[in-house]
């Protein structure tokens, strides 16, 4: 029997009010798969994103994290979203936290671990991303590409089963994109992690991605390697997109 | 002076703590706690404080709730100023960033985790002065306890204008006395506020 992909969306639809965000969605994410999506600008990416993870709610289909389906509302659900890593455009460190507390909230809170545990845990993520000598700063003395990476350390210290990125790098300053991406490189190559990014960055699609899923008014329209969806996308509306995002 | 001390003291610390859970009753995602805490905060923000105590003391005593006037007044002070609290502090929470609490959703926090381990910690910083603003109302709200004769400021100096009958320097003097307790207060509060300051 083959292994079930670790992510499942079916037939799901969202709605905000009227506005029609998520349109019969089907996608699977194997396990080790990284995902990148792609799409101009509410195409309902992030609502992709948090859906998965169920910070907002469909109102049609089902999602299943590794077999379980999302529950509605309430601990239960909580404890799936710990499987459900997130990192996001604005970072959403907790601005009155240490940077070593950031990371080891989850583990102690959510996985009952032993501080102890978990402040070894955090600095050895901390490590992973450059950026123990930090540990005792507050987020607001970061920059942009250093409270970043914490994020990611933070989401990694739940040893989630999917990390999940929605546009990690486009609040950055260009100069410190590549420190971000260098990061998320590593995770995709040396540990397998399972991931769906929300990125217009084409070189991190190009060496981590194994898809790339094109998104356009709330609908999945083409999903292909990378190689081939940059330089032979099959769409018209991809097509007109890469033109635009390519023009500069 | 003791008793106003103390009134206002045990009142206040009533206050934060029912005024918090009203105010998290408030952002609950529970629709009947949300109610339950806007009825409270709206009952009880917009009656007079006077009417209430007397009502507590006199009505509710016929209903078989009766306590000594002190802890009447704490009692009805602390209810009074829950209301405020609750609303000063659900501005708190509703100036943290929303992104704060989603990233305490996505990490698998619970409701009441979210709420006491990252959002309130952060609203309480915004809030100091506002409840440093409550705090001194509700010194000299405690005067009002005078009409059920608590024996606190108001009430020692009118009863010393009425055996001395000289209102000018026993009332200036109860003036002077509110002033000795609630300047110091709003100083507290402003040192309170540049101390707990988030740097963003
Ligand atoms: N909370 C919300 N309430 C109402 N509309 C929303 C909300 N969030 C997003 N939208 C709308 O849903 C659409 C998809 O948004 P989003 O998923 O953020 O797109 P993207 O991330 O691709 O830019 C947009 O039209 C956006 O305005
Ligand atoms: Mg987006």
Not at chain 2, 29 to 35: E, M, W
Request: with cysteine; hydrophobic share 50%.
């Amino acid at each position: 029997m083959p292994e079930q992909p670790l992510v499942v969306l079916a037939g799901v639809n969202k709605w905000f009010g009227d506005l029609h965000v998520l349109r019969d969605i089907d996608l699977s994410v194997e396990r080790g798969e990284v995902v990148v999506v792609i799409g101009p600008s509410g195409s309902g990416k992030s609502t992709l994103c948090r859906a998965i993870n169920r910070l907002e709610p469909v109102q049609e289909g089902t999602i299943t994290i590794d077999g379980v389906p999302l529950p509605e509302e309430g601990k239960e659900l909580a404890r799936l979203r710990a499987d459900v890593g997130m990192v996001f455009q604005s970072f959403n460190l907790f601005a009155h936290k240490t940077v070593l507390d950031n990371v080891t909230l989850g583990p102690r809170k959510v996985r009952k671990r032993s501080k102890a545990d978990a402040e070894a845990l955090g600095m050895q993520l901390l490590e992973r991303v450059g950026i123990a000598n930090k540990a005792r700063a507050y987020p607001a003395e970061l920059s942009g590409g250093q409270q970043q990476r914490v994020a990611i350390a933070r989401a990694l210290a739940m040893e989630p089963k999917v990390l999940l990125f929605d546009e990690p790098t486009s609040a950055l300053d260009p100069e410190m994109i590549k420190e971000v991406l260098d990061v998320m490189l590593e995770l995709a190559r040396e540990d397998g992690t399972t991931m769906v990014v929300v990125t217009h960055e084409m070189g991190f699609a190009k060496s981590a991605a194994r898809r790339v899923v094109f998104m356009d008014e709330g609908r999945i329209v083409e999903i292909a390697p990378p190689d081939r969806f940059f330089s032979h996308p099959e769409s018209e509306r991809a097509r007109d997109f890469l033109s635009k995002i390519l023009a500069h | 002076m003791r008793t106003t001390v103390v009134l206002t003291l045990t009142s206040f610390a009533a206050a934060m703590v029912v005024g918090t859970v009203v105010a998290a009753f408030r952002v609950s995602p529970v629709p009947p706690l949300r109610a339950a805490g806007a009825v409270w905060v709206q009952m009880l923000r917009n009656t007079p404080l006077t009417v209430l105590l007397l009502l507590f003391v006199f009505g509710f005593t016929k209903i078989g709730l009766q306590y000594s006037f002190e802890v009447s007044s704490v009692i009805v002070f602390g209810a009074y100023t829950s209301a405020f609290v609750a609303e000063t502090v659900r501005s708190g929470i509703n100036a943290v960033a929303r992104g704060q609490a989603e990233a305490a959703r996505a990490v698998g926090l619970t409701f009441p985790q979210i709420l006491g381990i990252v959002v309130l910690p952060q609203a309480f910083r915004t809030v100091v002065a506002p409840l440093g603003n409550i705090f001194i109302a509700l010194t000299k709200n405690t005067s009002i306890a005078a009409i059920i004769s608590v024996l606190e400021l108001t009430e020692v100096a009118d009863r010393l204008n009425n055996a001395t009958a000289r209102p000018i320097p026993v009332f200036l003097g109860a003036a002077v006395a509110y002033l000795v307790l609630t300047l110091p207060s709003g100083f507290a509060f402003g040192w309170l506020e540049r101390k707990v300051a988030i740097r963003r």
